[in-house]
């Protein structure tokens, strides 16, 4: 078992659909369809069936890393902006920063500062401060895609992601937590292959993996 800080870390996950109501697109009445998958990456202490858990976890496949369900295939564009919230604590900053470097690197999508448009990709980044009631899973990080497509005059398929980290366990996060929140903003779904960023529980893998690769080239594959 991988121990943390005294802690063995389980990153459970937590999915969270909803569906924006749909006055928020009153504004532009052609705009169809919006999803967000929010999900979550949770630690919790060493009394929890960890166990159970991490044996599950099938050895590392080739099969591509699967995609958020509300993600279509090959219908959004590789490029991003992205913007940090105001009041985004720095170090947080500079971990999203390095993840945002890794996945730059893979040469499938590329994310560069900027502000949200209405028909391009964005993601914005935060920090914020939750701690965990008694007896709750410890979250780290929220992470997820945001889908809306376009139809009529101006046809697109747009996604306005997020990702924050968690504050309160400000010692616990790392590139890894920020590579696998980003992850789900750009629409990747958990994964059981140990050596996947997606695979929830924290190894500390911040290099894509062959499978990581292939399910975000399925995704922005145009
Ligand atoms: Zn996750």
Not at 112 to 133: C, D, E, I, M, W
Not at 143 to 169: C, D, E, M
Not at 176 to 199: C, N, Q, W
């Amino acid at each position: 078992m991988r121990k943390h800080r005294g802690w063995i870390v389980l990153l459970c996950c937590a999915f969270l659909y909803f569906s924006l109501p749909a006055a928020v697109h009153t504004r532009v009445a052609d705009a169809v369809g919006a999803a967000v998958s929010w999900v979550t990456r949770q630690v919790a202490p060493s009394t929890a069936p960890a166990e159970s858990s991490t044996s599950s976890a099938s050895t590392a496949s080739t099969a591509a890393t699967p995609k958020e369900a509300i993600v279509p295939t090959g219908k959004l564009a590789a490029r991003y902006t992205y913007s940090f919230a105001p009041h985004t604590d720095r170090t947080v900053q500079q971990l999203f920063t390095a993840a945002i470097n890794i996945y730059n690197q893979t040469g499938i999508v590329k994310l560069t500062p900027g502000r949200a448009g209405r028909f391009t990709n964005h993601v914005t980044l935060s920090s914020y401060q939750k701690g965990q009631t008694n007896g709750e899973a410890v979250i780290l990080g929220l992470g997820g895609p945001q889908i809306t497509r376009w139809t009529g005059a101006k046809q697109a398929t747009v996604n306005h992601a997020s990702a924050r980290l968690n504050l309160a366990y400000r010692s616990r996060l790392n590139v890894a937590t920020a590579v696998h929140e980003l992850g789900h903003a750009l629409g990747l779904a958990h994964s059981t292959a140990p050596d996947s960023v997606m695979f929830p529980t924290d190894r500390n893998v911040t290099k894509l993996s062959p499978a990581d690769l292939a399910g975000l080239r399925a995704i922005y594959s145009q």
